[in-house]
């Protein structure tokens, strides 16, 4: 096996490479003048079994052409076949029609991977665990959960910790997380606009008083959710408030919105390449948690 990147997450496979001890295939990514992609891989991927790294992370149109054109360069070069890890899936909040006249943006994304020589794509922590139910090639749904347990481990005192799930929809996740670490569970009732995606947290069930409470869910976005969660617990009496999180998407002015809320620090991985120093905020390599699965 050989390992190609994308541009979204070069360290990632650089950390997958050295990992499995094989060597990462050369890959040209510019533009042409007109703006178009330009790719490029290298010979050394003919006859080879190659695994294509590349989060579909922002800019992720840009990224998700990237890697249809690198499959496409792959089978012309005659690459044995081609497996490709996707840890940060585009488009799979779109995972149904919420309005009228919308898309089902996810499948129409699955299609066009699947018209690829790309045989098995390896999710990681998906929003929405029927998804893979797009694809009709195989498919592996991997989980940074391990990750984070051996962190809690070691980062807290557990004998006055609980877990919190920010939503309904996240109280499955959270109840794993929770039990292996043998900790209670607190849920959060959250409701969103679907027009506007303002969050509402209106009921906390569970008693987080003079404890350190660990929030657990798929990804941070606005970073809405986190601070509303955060400001809620530590109203109710929490002690501390810790974030986890697989997926670190940060859009608009979330960093900045995090780093002055109440919430004491957020945990993620390196599924999607983070640009900046940023306070408050732990990343964890999740290179073995595809290793393992392979």
């Known amino acids: 096996m050989k390992i190609v990147s994308g541009s979204s997450n070069p360290q990632l496979a650089k950390n997958i490479a050295q990992k499995l001890d094989v060597s990462l295939v050369p890959c040209e990514i510019g533009k042409f ?69 919308e898309p089902l943006s ?22 929405n665990a029927s998804i893979p139910g797009f694809f009709s090639i195989r498919s592996n749904h991997l989980s940074a959960i391990n990750i984070f347990i051996d962190y809690a481990k070691k980062q807290f005192d557990l004998t006055n910790t609980i877990v919190v799930s920010p939503d309904f929809g996240g109280l499955k996740r959270a109840k794993i997380f929770a039990n292996e670490l043998e900790l209670d569970l607190a849920s959060v009732e959250k409701r969103r606009n679907l027009k506007t995606g303002e969050v509402i947290t209106s009921k906390l069930e569970g008693d987080v ?43 608009g002015t979330a960093l900045q919105d995090l780093a002055q809320s109440k919430v004491d620090s957020v945990v993620i991985t390196n599924s999607i390449s983070q640009k900046e120093n940023l306070k408050k905020i732990t990343v964890l390599d999740v290179s073995l948690s595809l290793v393992e699965n392979l």
């Open 33 to 101: 003048a007109n703006g178009e992609n330009r790719i490029r891989v290298s010979k050394e991927a003919k006859n080879q079994k190659i695994l294509l790294v590349q989060s579909f992370s922002e800019p992720v149109d840009e990224h998700i052409i990237e890697t249809l054109l690198i499959a496409d360069a792959l089978e012309r070069l005659g690459a044995q076949s081609v497996e490709l890890f996707a840890p940060w899936f585009g488009y799979s909040f779109q995972d149904k029609v919420f309005l009228p006249g």
């Open 106 to 127: 996810a499948k129409a994304i699955a299609r066009a991977v699947e018209s690829t020589c790309i045989r098995k794509i390896y999710f990681l922590d998906l929003h």
């Open 209 to 251: 008083e003079d404890k350190i409470t660990l929030i657990f869910d798929d990804a941070i976005l606005s970073g809405s959710t986190t601070i509303e969660v955060s400001k809620l617990l530590k109203n109710k009496g929490a002690k501390e408030v810790h974030f986890f999180a697989t997926h670190g998407v940060f859009t």
